[in-house]
Every structure is written in structure tokens, then in C-alpha cells.
């Protein structure tokens, strides 16, 4: 390993110490009891001792991503880079030219809405096999929006569960109710159910650090999820290296292989209560192809590493799911492949009628471009964008989209409060999961979604979330203030996340 090369790896973990999806969270209600942690409080060392676990965590993360990884995962160490640069320079090139070309080519007039008809879903459901090279699997979705609702119905299916519980995540916090969580897996897991936690290493990281405002004053959190989890159970933990400014920020959860949830929602007291979020119960044989990516990405994260992905990629998925539904795509972010972003760029494009867009990450330049021209032609654009963001760096480059989008004609809505959540509706054709509108999750980490086209699903998206969101929000009519700082921040955003 190089100075250089070290040096790099540095840079990376630092950045990726600033962001992140769970770094402010916002009040709630809710707490634990456990005296264990009751007791913690009255322990005048616990502060020091959390401040010195937390640069143990650190350092072994550093370790393992720099050293560990080229040895035991050479192939995602190298391709990681590699796609990474290219992603990159190619990303910057791009911004370049949209800046001061493209967008500016926009200016002028703003034309009425269209009313056009929507696209032919059929023909773009074909366009879409060409420009990802994926193809749709079968299933049925249900939508669970907010905490109350996911987390009631992932408690139940633990409960429920007869053979295995697979979760792989970005966060799984250390709160009282993220411990809650892990104390009912524990139990599981002791109960003959093969209970595998899969997490992303600087994600949990960060939020470990960090508790929300409304924890209740006596509760002290676990100093290290891994250990907490790993006492008195069989649970089976992993923790996912970082090379290279990566990160596993997929969120799926699937039960006895035949359950599956995938969403943007991560395990934490901010996910449970505070903000307004979304994920996708999900059964049918598309339930096979996302248990066949869990496995692969728990092979990967193991001491043999590539190996044992390539070995399990050749053992193929099995059938367990059930049969029956519609079809339903998977989307994903990997090394070399943003099947996401392609195929959101082309539902822009080939958008007649109208885009519905909620996200609360928004900086990619070529989706702001894009939507700008799809407006342009006279197609209702609107975006929904929180208020009360958890991030203050991407909280700045929201203003500059915002802005940007407002001049070329798109609604912006402001939703009161903290928005998690990541869904899309094209023309009818729906993508929701785990992916921001940002650089990290549409070049850069592992991402996750769901795309469809059938009525019922995009129906139920916009009945259950668009719809409401937009009536609860306030329309952004005039561009808002920003500053040469907000400006700078925005630059460096849109190389870094």
C-alpha cells in the first residue's frame, strides 16, 4: 500500500464521515426501560468510554478498508476505484458542460403545460431492457409509509418468522429502540431462526456517535452494536467495508425467503417516530432475485470475500417465493452500472404528461438538467423537498436545485419537517427504494429499487404518498436566497456526494 494510495483512503473516510442519512435526527416520543442501560447513566466514565470506542470503531474501519480489503476482496477493491474515477471525471466533465452550455441553451419562456398523453408503458418497459440490461421479475407491492406503520408490520413478520431473517442495512442504530429491535432478534435467533444483520460500516458508524434529541435522558446506548448484538445469541453480524468512498446503502429486509421489505428506511428511534418515510412489502418471485443479492453481498462481507461472492454467484438463486403478481423491475447502483440513474434519466426523457418526484438528497446536475427539459416541452414537473433536512451540506445544495428548478418552470414543494423518503413517478411508471438524487447513490454506493408500471401500485403511491405530501406542503414560488458560501458548498457537493 502506497502514501498515495493511503493518503486517498484518508480523504475517502473523511468525506464519508460528513455524510451520511441520519446525522441530525429530530425529536420523538418512545423509550426504552432496560436497566441495564438505566444503569449505564449513573457510570461517570460512560462518555469517555464511548468517545474512545467510537475511535476504536474508526480506526478498525480504516484498517479494514485499506489493508484488510485489497486482500480479501482485491476484484470490488480494484473495480471500485476504477469505476469510481471514470464515474467522476466523466460526472465532472458532464456538470461542465450542463453549466454552462446546456442549461443556459433552456433559458427563455416558459411554455404552458401540455396535457399530453402519457407515454406508451409498454414500449418503455422494452426501451428500459436495452439501456439497463435488466429485465422485469414478478411480484406484488404494498406500500408502508412512516415508522409506525413499516416497523409495526417488520415486528410481526419477525415474530412470524419459521426459518430465517436476512437484514441488510446502512444504519442500525444503538437507541433504545434500535436495541429493541436487536433484543427481539436476539430472541429469535435463540429460538432456532438463522438471524443474519449485514451493515454498512461507516454508515453505523456515524450514527453510533450521534443520539436524537428526544432519547430519554437516563438511556445510555450500547457502546458497540456488534458486541450487543453478538451476547447471549446467535445472531450472525457483518459489517461491510468502505474502499474507495463506497458504501452499502441498500435496505432490504427478507423473511423465510418468501417476505421480502425494501425502502429507503433505516433501524433507528428517528426512522420509528420522527420522520415521514417509506417502504415496500414485497412477496412473489422477484423475492428469489432480491434473496440472491443479500446473499451475495453476505458472502462478500466475510473473511473470504470475492471468492465466496463468485461462489455464490454461481450457485444461481433458488425458487422459493411464491408465484403470482406483475412485473416488477430491479434497479440497482454497482461498480461500472447505474442502473438507476439510466433508467430515471430515461423516464424523464421520455416523460409526456407529468413527474412526480419526492427526495430529500437532490444534487445530481444531469437529473436537475434533465427535468428542466422534460418542463420544457410541456410536461408537469413537480418535486417535493424537506423542509427541515437532517444534513446541513446537502441542505445547501437543495437551495441551489431549488433555485434552478424554479427558473425552468418545475413546482417545488417544500414538505414540513423531515422527508426520508425516495420515490418517483414517471407517466405511471413508478421507482422507489433507497436511492437519492445525489452522486453517492447514483454513481457511487451499492443502491437498491423497485420500478413498476402497473396501475393499481402507481395508484396506491400517489394515493398514499404524493398526493397527501403535496397538500401538506407549501409551494416555493420565488427562488429563496443563497449566499457565495452556499455556491462553494454546492461545488464541492456535487463531486464529494
Known amino acids: 500500500m502506497t502514501f498515495a494510495t493511503t493518503s486517498i483512503a484518508s480523504v475517502v473516510l473523511v468525506a464519508l464521515m460528513t455524510g451520511g442519512c441520519a446525522l441530525s435526527p429530530s425529536p420523538g416520543n418512545g423509550g426504552t426501560k432496560d436497566p441495564q442501560h438505566i444503569n449505564a447513566a449513573l457510570d461517570p466514565t460512560y462518555k469517555a468510554r464511548r468517545a474512545v470506542t467510537g475511535g476504536a470503531h474508526v480506526t478498525w474501519q480504516y484498517a479494514r478498508s485499506v489493508y484488510e480489503n485489497p486482500v480479501n476482496r482485491p476484484v470490488s477493491h480494484i473495480t471500485s476505484l476504477a469505476s469510481l474515477t471514470l464515474k467522476s471525471a466523466g460526472g465532472l466533465l458532464r456538470r461542465v458542460s450542463i453549466a454552462a452550455v446546456q442549461m443556459p441553451a433552456l433559458n427563455g419562456d416558459i411554455p404552458k403545460i401540455s396535457n399530453a398523453a402519457p407515454m406508451n408503458l409498454v414500449a418503455f418497459e422494452r426501451t428500459l431492457d436495452k439501456t439497463t440490461g435488466t429485465r422485469s421479475n414478478t411480484g406484488r407491492i404494498r406500500f408502508l409509509v412512516d415508522g409506525d406503520e413499516y416497523f409495526c408490520r417488520l415486528v410481526r413478520a419477525i415474530d412470524d418468522a419459521s426459518e430465517s431473517i436476512d437484514i441488510r442495512t446502512y444504519i442500525f442504530d444503538n437507541d433504545d429502540y434500535a436495541v429493541e429491535l436487536a433484543d427481539r432478534l436476539k430472541a429469535r435467533s435463540n429460538e432456532a431462526i438463522r438471524v443474519r444483520v449485514m451493515l454498512d460500516g461507516l454508515g453505523t458508524m456515524q450514527a453510533l456517535q450521534v443520539d436524537p434529541e428526544s432519547i430519554p435522558a437516563q438511556y445510555r446506548a450500547p457502546l458497540s452494536m456488534r458486541a450487543y448484538m453478538s451476547n447471549e445469541s446467535a445472531v450472525r453480524l457483518r459489517i461491510n467495508t468502505n474502499p474507495w468512498f463506497t458504501g452499502d446503502h441498500t435496505k432490504t429486509t427478507i423473511i423465510d425467503k418468501k417476505l421480502a421489505f425494501v425502502g429507503g428506511i433505516n433501524i433507528g428511534r428517528e426512522y420509528r417516530y420522527d420522520w415521514h418515510d417509506l417502504m415496500m412489502e414485497v412477496t412473489g418471485p422477484v423475492v428469489d432475485t432480491l434473496q440472491h443479492e443479500s446473499d451475495k453481498a453476505w458472502a462478500r462481507a466475510g473473511l473470504l470475500g470475492d471468492f465466496a461472492n463468485f461462489v455464490r454467484f454461481l450457485k444461481g438463486k433458488t ?179
Open 319 to 497: 425458487r422459493r417465493a411464491d408465484d403470482g403478481g406483475y412485473p416488477i423491475r430491479v434497479l440497482q447502483t454497482r461498480n461500472f452500472d447505474s442502473d438507476i440513474h439510466k433508467a430515471q434519466i430515461a423516464a424523464i426523457q421520455n416523460a409526456q404528461s407529468y413527474i412526480l418526484i419526492e427526495n430529500a438528497y437532490f444534487s445530481d446536475d444531469r437529473t436537475v438538467y434533465e427535468l428542466a427539459k422534460a418542463r420544457a416541452r410541456g410536461v408537469d414537473v413537480r418535486v417535493i423537498i424537506p423542509a427541515a433536512g437532517n444534513h446541513g451540506v446537502l441542505n445547501a445544495s437543495n437551495k441551489m436545485t431549488i433555485n434552478t428548478l424554479i427558473r425552468h418552470g418545475v413546482r417545488v414543494y417544500e414538505y414540513p419537517g423531515m422527508s426520508h423518503v425516495k420515490a418517483a413517478i414517471f407517466d405511471g411508471w413508478a421507482s422507489v427504494g433507497s436511492a437519492n438524487f445525489d452522486k453517492l447513490s447514483l454513481k457511487v454506493n451499492k443502491e437498491l429499487n423497485l420500478a413498476t408500471s402497473d396501475p393499481d401500485t402507481v395508484a396506491a403511491l400517489l394515493d398514499q404518498v404524493f398526493i397527501p405530501d403535496m397538500m401538506m406542503s407549501r409551494e416555493i414560488r420565488e427562488p429563496i436566497e443563497v449566499t457565495a458560501a452556499t455556491r462553494f458548498v454546492e461545488i464541492v457537493v456535487d463531486e464529494l456526494l
